[in-house]
């Protein structure tokens, strides 16, 4: 199986930035695409941005466009979210997915495998 371990997470103020990353382990047999969901209390987890493996293709929800970067190292196995100018309605638990589409969509149903998440607190 694939595993999914995010880190990076942590408590800062609004206008800070954090870099978030997703390690990827495991065999797969597809090429899959990865994604950042995020989930804040009693609310439904929502998609923040995805990236192709093969084509290079990105995808940000309007929420975060312009502030948040997503990459990968394919060297690494590793998947990142940059994160700048905070807000604080961008606290929730954010969580890595993996695609099997290999499309970077913005569903989490396309989402076979997530990580335990990594907490983001933004305060003013």
């Known amino acids: 199986q694939v595993q999914l371990v995010e880190s990076g997470g942590g408590l800062v103020q609004t206008g800070d930035s954090l870099r978030l990353s997703c390690a990827v382990s495991?065999?797969?047999?597809?090429?899959?695409?990865m994604g950042w969901f995020r989930q804040a209390p009693g609310k439904e987890r929502e998609f923040v941005a995805s990236i192709s493996w093969r084509g290079w293709g990105i995808r940000y929800a309007d929420s975060v466009k312009d502030r948040f970067t997503i990459s990968r190292d394919s060297a690494k196995n590793t998947v990142y979210l940059q994160m700048n100018s905070l807000k604080l309605e961008d606290t929730a638990v954010y969580y890595c997915?993996?695609?099997?589409?290999?499309?970077?969509?913005?569903?989490?149903?396309?989402?076979?495998?997530w990580g335990q998440g990594t907490q983001v607190t933004v305060s003013s």
């Open positions: 495991g065999r797969t047999f597809s090429t899959y695409a």
């Open positions: 997915g993996a695609n099997p589409t290999g499309y970077p969509t913005g569903n989490g149903k396309d989402y076979d495998y």
